[in-house]
């Protein structure tokens, strides 16, 4: 099993930028499909970021096109969420997620990731 452990997150203004990053441990990533999920107090877990084991597709909800950027460096089995143009409505616990796939494919429901870090905190000011 993969250990993932979220960092980079904290308090900015609105229409300030953060890196969020998401270190694996265990065994190397190069095969797992990435994920990048977030909570929000009272709501559930929803879909922000998705990557296929080769980076070579992503996928975002609707609300952060445009604004945020997924990636991976398999070298330092890390992946990243590039956040800018943040908003008040991005605050959330955002959490990193994994799934070992055979191809080039990814789902998008939290649902399809077996392994999860612990979280790291995201909060925009107004």
């Known amino acids: 099993q993969v250990q993932l452990v979220e960092s980079g997150g904290g308090l900015v203004q609105s229409g300030g930028s953060l890196r969020l990053s998401c270190a694996a441990s265990g065994r190397t990533f190069s095969s797992d499909a990435l994920g990048w999920f977030r909570q929000a107090p009272g709501k559930e877990r929803e879909f922000v970021a998705t990557i296929v084991r080769s980076g070579g597709s992503a996928y975002y909800t609707d609300s952060v096109k445009g604004r945020f950027t997924i990636s991976r460096d398999n070298a330092k089995n890390t992946v990243y969420l590039q956040m800018n143009s943040l908003k008040p409505e991005d605050t959330a616990v955002y959490y990193c997620?994994?799934?070992?796939?055979?191809?080039?494919?990814?789902?998008?429901?939290?649902?399809?990731?077996?392994?999860w870090g612990q979280g790291t905190q995201v909060t925009v000011s107004s």
């Open positions: 997620a994994a799934r070992q796939t055979y191809g080039d494919y990814v789902m998008n429901s939290p649902t399809w990731f077996p392994s």
